[in-house]
């Protein structure tokens, strides 16, 4: 498949298709192409944009997607009429054996432990649970994840002051943040997903509900420690300790950390571009059945300070 993830964002554009150039033009940034063959797919964040048909014709062409968001969630996917399923990526998912689906989630959680570990050392390089949090992080235990997760939350509960923190999917207070956040980096690894044909309904650990998107509960667990750093800056830096309220200018705030800059196989990436080599390096390895080709982000040269 091509090698371009296109993300439009602008707030007014028009978007179409001329002479081969995917095109976008916009009020502050004027006219902008790239060329369509060169596209994998096409993700739509604007919040006014208007599409012409001769681009949605070529894009079907050219087997490109479009993905359509609305606050960043995938609302729409356009495929074209022989690509309304990956055939191969599909087959790979159904028939992962299930030592292979084992060890890709292992590396999954590995990556998410070791930064809960950094962003941990970055707030209390001294705290308490900082031993016991690292020593979890690089062994093996069967409850790795939970254990890992019970040091982890007591240093980000000294962090914020809240001695009364308990980290709940349903919970109000810290949790309301936490999960906004959570909900628009979901968004963003359905994004990508979409875009590179991976149906999120087939996970390798997180088990399928109605309306559920295993595949991206797993391949998100590594990035959350970023949004939980994004919480506590807001909490200390922006507003004040306890100061719960999922206002319009938390969201604002929150939602930007997918420009953020992170480390990456030695890179410094933005998130979205850092999510979408995870993704690709997923696919890769569903593929090939090579679950070496899977690298999950570890945080390295990232800024937990902003």
């Known amino acids: 498949m091509s090698y371009h993830v296109v993300s439009i964002d602008a707030n007014r554009c028009h978007i179409g298709w001329k002479q081969g150039q995917l095109i976008c033009k916009d009020e502050t940034m004027g006219k902008r192409q790239v060329p369509l063959e060169d596209v994998a797919a096409i993700v739509i964040t604007s919040f006014s944009a208007t599409v012409h048909s001769t681009l949605l014709i070529e894009a079907a062409r050219k087997g490109v997607a479009l993905v359509i968001c609305e606050r960043f969630s995938p609302v729409s996917l356009l495929l074209p009429a022989n690509r309304s399923s990956d055939t191969l990526l599909t087959k790979a998912a159904l028939t992962l054996d299930k030592k292979k689906r084992t060890i890709l989630w292992r590396k999954t959680l590995d ?37 890992c997760g019970r040091y982890y939350w007591q240093v980000i509960r000294d962090a914020v002051h809240d001695t009364e923190f308990r980290r709940s999917p349903n919970g109000d207070g810290l949790n309301a943040l936490l999960n906004y956040g959570y909900a628009v980096l979901l968004s963003i690894l359905l994004q990508k997903l979409f875009a590179f044909g991976l149906d999120p309904t087939f996970g390798i650990h997180h088990k ?99």
Not at 114 to 140: E, F, M, Y
Not at 208 to 231: G, H, I, K, N, Q
Request: charged share 25%; hydrophobic share 35%; net charge positive.
């Open 111 to 147: 990556a998410k432990c070791t930064n809960q570990v950094a962003h941990a050392r970055h707030l209390d390089p001294n705290h308490s649970s900082i031993g016991p949090l690292d020593k979890t992080a690089s062994g093996r235990s069967v409850h790795k994840e939970a254990t």
């Open 208 to 306: 399928p509900r109605e309306r559920s998107a295993p595949l991206a509960y797993d391949l998100m667990e590594p990035f959350r420690p970023l949004v939980d750093a994004r919480v506590v800056r807001w909490l200390g830096e922006e507003a004040a300790f306890q100061d719960y309220s999922v206002t319009t200018r938390f969201r604002r705030y929150v939602t930007s950390f997918v420009v953020d800059k992170v480390g990456h196989l030695g890179l410094e990436l933005e998130l979205q571009a850092c999510v979408e080599s995870v993704v690709r390096s997923f696919r890769q390895a569903l593929l090939t059945g090579q679950t070496r080709k899977y690298q999950p982000w570890k945080a390295s040269i990232t800024k937990w300070g902003g």
